[in-house]
Every structure is written in structure tokens, then in C-alpha cells.
């Protein structure tokens, strides 16, 4: 998706993962049936991606607000490419520093070939010092860790059966890994909003994830990273995202929150027009629901009155 071209949409999986910050209360008695029939309204409705978090394993003293409740992303996007033809698929985002690189070029390369090359690879830092520690990796050097495990994974993931890099923390070389990603190059979307994420997403990302930004902190954000880019003599281009408002397409007759956008369709797609014109190229959009089926509804209403306006 290269700059300049038509905005599009996608969307994180719903009952993947149940934080208390954006999980609806049906979310809590879903499941693969659910996310199924999801995923296939997706593919069926204009979605670009569908995507999926990544954590190992929840705190105690996190569980009240974060759930413990967080499929396995390569599990997850695995047995939806099996239920689509189309979207394509994202971690968003994968903490691959709490894995080697091998291990997980190795379960995302699969995923790749089994979808017929639908992978995108979002990538962040982490958040969670427990996870870490419990995996005997250095929650202080996450970054470091992966800058590292970016460029690894960059070499893994490449045309090569037997690939090669050699760095500070990992070094392997004369070690095949088959089948190979059916794409010729894996896109690897860099998450995160803080000035390191955004350098990080600047310097080694096919596109940036920006974690949480409002709108009117995205165009100093995307200026940056461009700048960045400049700089650094970076000249292909990169895809920006952005995470929109909650959404709800018609008049809801319930409470969605004062910040969800709802209405007209022409009217949020007027609304939502506004990131394209910041220089965004995908929106990540999340619909108010009280079901799967008002969900799924949603979607379609989004797919086919909304999107065909976004442009």
C-alpha cells in the first residue's frame, strides 16, 4: 500500500482479546464460531485487514482491567485464513522479543504460505514486565531487543531457505527454514506512539501502528516520521495508520459514549475523510455493539454505505 493511495479499513478482532478498555459485555460468552462468522463478514465487506494482539500471559495485578483472556495471534489469524479468501491478516501487535527470531519467522512464514500470502507483521515492544521476566528476557531492554529482533526477522522472513544475521543478541546462519512466506517481502508495521516507536516505525517499518493517538496529536506524529525518514534517506514509501473513534453507522437508540462517532453514513465518512487528509493511509475502526449480529450488521452497513465515500 503505497502513499498516495485510497484509504482503507480494517479492524481488531473482537473476543481475541477482552480488555476492559474497549471489550463489549457479549464478548465474554463468544468464541471461534463468532469470530468465524466475523471474519468472513470482513472478507466479504471491503475490510483490508483483520487483526489480533499478542500476550503470553497476564499479571494478577493487571487481570481486573487487561481480563486474561488474549488468543494466540499466529493461532488465531491462522484459523481464520482457513474461513477467508481476501482480508489479509495482522498482528497487532506481536511482541517478538519475547521469542527468537527463528521461532517466529518460522510460525509466521507458515502463516503466510497457508494463506497465500495475506500476512502483515505488526511488531511493539511490549508493556508487561511479568511477561518478560517469566520468559527470561529484559523488560529494561525491550527496545534494544527489538530493534534487533526487526532486523532478524527481516532477514528470516526474506527469499532465502537459509537465512543469516549476526547481531548482538542473535545470530544464526546455515539453518534452513521451509515453506517460505508466499510473499516476496512480509510487511512489517512497527506499533507504538512513543518517540521510540515512532523513530523505531520511521527507520525500519513498512508502516506505522500508532498506539492510543487522538487526532489532533497524528499530524505532528506523521510529520516526524517523515521527517525522520528524510533524514535517514529512506525514500519508499511507508503505510500510516491510525486507530479512529468508536463508530456506530445510523442513529444507535442506546448509549455508545460520548466519543463514539455515529449518524449518517455520508457523515462519517465526511468525518473519518479528515485522517486521509492528514496523510493517513488505513484507518483501524471499531464498531459499538451489543452482539455479534448488531456487530456483523455494522460491518456490512460500514462496507457498503460508508466505504464506497471514504475516497
Known amino acids: 500500500m503505497a502513499q ?22 457479549w464478548e465474554t460468552g463468544a468464541g471461534p464460531a463468532d469470530l468465524a462468522e466475523i471474519a468472513r463478514v470482513a472478507d466479504r465487506t471491503g475490510f483490508h485487514y483483520l487483526a489480533s494482539c499478542d500476550h ?34 495482522l498482528s497487532h501487535v506481536a511482541v517478538v522479543g519475547l521469542r527468537h527470531p527463528l521461532v517466529t519467522a518460522k510460525q509466521y512464514a507458515t502463516l503466510d504460505h497457508l494463506s497465500g500470502g495475506r ?3 505488526g511488531v511493539g515492544a511490549g508493556h508487561v514486565p511479568e511477561e518478560f521476566e517469566a520468559l527470561g528476557v529484559d523488560f529494561a531492554g525491550r527496545g534494544a531487543v527489538l530493534d534487533e529482533a526487526i532486523d532478524a526477522l527481516k532477514a528470516a522472513l526474506g527469499p532465502d ?34 518517540p521510540a516507536a515512532v523513530r523505531r516505525a520511521a527507520l525500519k517499518g513498512d508502516g506505522w501502528l500508532p498506539q492510543g493517538d487522538p487526532r489532533d496529536r497524528l499530524p505532528h506524529q506523521i510529520a516526524r516520521l517523515r521527517r525522520l525518514r528524510e533524514e535517514a534517506g529512506i525514500a519508499e514509501p511507508i503505510t500510516i495508520g491510525a486507530i479512529t473513534e468508536p463508530l456506530y453507522v445510523g442513529e444507535p437508540g442506546w448509549d455508545v459514549g460520548r466519543r463514539t462517532l455515529s449518524g449518517r453514513p ?44 471514504l475516497n
Open 56 to 89: 503470553v500471559a497476564i499479571p494478577r495485578r493487571l487481570a481486573p482491567a487487561m481480563s486474561t483472556v488474549w488468543y494466540d495471534p499466529v493461532a488465531t489469524l491462522s484459523f481464520l485464513a482457513g474461513v477467508t479468501e481476501r482480508v489479509r491478516l
Open 266 to 309: 455520508d457523515a462519517l465518512a465526511e468525518s473519518l475523510r479528515a485522517y486521509a487528509a492528514m496523510g493517513v493511509h488505513q484507518i483501524q475502526v471499531r464498531f459499538r455493539s451489543r452482539g455479534r449480529t448488531e456487530l456483523t450488521d455494522q460491518m456490512g452497513a460500514f462496507g457498503t454505505e460508508v466505504a464506497p465515500h
Open 4 to 25: 498516495g493511495s485510497a484509504l482503507v479499513y480494517g479492524m481488531q478482532l473482537p473476543v481475541q482479546s477482552q480488555s476492559t478498555i474497549y471489550a463489549e459485555p
Open 161 to 194: 531457505e537459509f537465512p543469516e544475521h549476526h547481531g548482538k543478541l542473535y545470530a544464526f546462519e546455515g539453518l534452513g527454514q521451509r515453506p517460505r512466506p508466499a510473499q516476496d517481502r512480509v510487511p512489517l508495521w512497527v506499533g507504538g506512539s512513543s
Open 119 to 121: 500476512l502483515i507483521l
